[in-house]
């Protein structure tokens, strides 16, 4: 049977905001470097909206998290209020990677997907999430961590060290 390949079909793209990087997200990008060639990590921000962690502060945790991952290449960027479709075009990739931890996750990322699809015909993979780490958000880490929970194996070392000083020093 003949085969068709064309360059664009082994690079992927996993978005997000990443304000901070956690293990879910390890996890599925790790999954993705093992199905592509090469996947991008798009650090999607809006400008006028100040994070927990600044885009080079997220770039630096996210590239030291995928580090030492196996398969594909991986590469971190940043994007300032843009369209993901638009920056997928730019970067010639057809398809983005994400992970679903819950219904509740399909009910959010759905609507996206079929948007984007809609807009320049750009593919979602949704790839199932660790059920060990379900319960794990950026959102959620951060409220933990700021009323003095523990977050560990929950994010990376790192990225625990610098919620704990960066949200405790308020509290
Ligand atoms: O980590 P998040 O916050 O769930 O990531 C959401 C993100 C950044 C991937 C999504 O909001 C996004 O794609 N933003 C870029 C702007 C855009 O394309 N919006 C229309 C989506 S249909």
Same mark, same amino acid.
């Given at each position: 049977?003949?085969?068709?390949? #064309?360059? @664009?079909?082994? $690079?992927?793209?996993?978005?997000? @905001?990443?304000?901070?990087?956690? /293990?879910?997200?390890?996890?599925?990008?790790?999954?993705?470097?093992?199905?592509?060639?090469?996947?991008?990590?798009?650090?999607?921000?809006?400008?006028?909206?100040? !994070?927990?962690?600044?885009?080079? =502060?997220?770039?630096? %945790?996210? =590239?030291?998290?995928?580090?030492?991952?196996? !398969?594909?290449?991986?590469?971190? =960027?940043?994007?300032? !209020?843009?369209?993901?479709?638009?920056?997928?075009?730019?970067?010639?990739?057809p398809v983005?990677?994400?992970?679903?931890? @819950? !219904?509740?996750?399909?009910?959010?990322?759905?609507?996206?997907?079929?948007?984007?699809?809609?807009? #320049?015909?750009?593919? #979602? /993979? %949704? /790839?199932?999430?660790?059920?060990? /780490?379900?319960?794990?958000s950026s959102s959620l880490?951060?409220?933990?961590? $700021?009323?003095?929970?523990?977050?560990?194996?929950?994010?990376?070392?790192?990225?625990?060290?610098?919620? =704990?000083?960066?949200?405790?020093?308020?509290?």
């Amino acid at each position: 049977m003949a085969t068709v390949t #064309t360059p @664009s079909t082994r $690079r992927a793209l996993t978005p997000g @905001s990443y304000d901070p990087i956690t /293990l879910g997200h390890v996890d599925v990008i790790g999954r993705a470097a093992a199905l592509y060639d090469e996947v991008i990590v798009a650090i999607l921000h809006n400008p006028a909206k100040a !994070g927990t962690f600044t885009v080079e =502060e997220r770039i630096a %945790f996210v =590239e030291a998290a995928v580090a030492d991952l196996p !398969g594909g290449e991986i590469r971190v =960027e940043a994007f300032a !209020g843009r369209l993901l479709v638009d920056v997928c075009r730019d970067l010639d990739v057809p398809v983005v990677v994400k992970g679903l931890r @819950s !219904g509740t996750d399909f009910a959010y990322e759905l609507p996206m997907a079929l948007m984007n699809r809609h807009l #320049t015909g750009l593919e #979602t /993979l %949704f /790839l199932p999430g660790d059920p060990a /780490l379900e319960h794990v958000s950026s959102s959620l880490v951060k409220e933990v961590v $700021r009323y003095g929970g523990d977050v560990t194996g929950l994010v990376p070392e790192p990225v625990r060290a610098a919620l =704990e000083e960066r949200l405790r020093e308020h509290a």
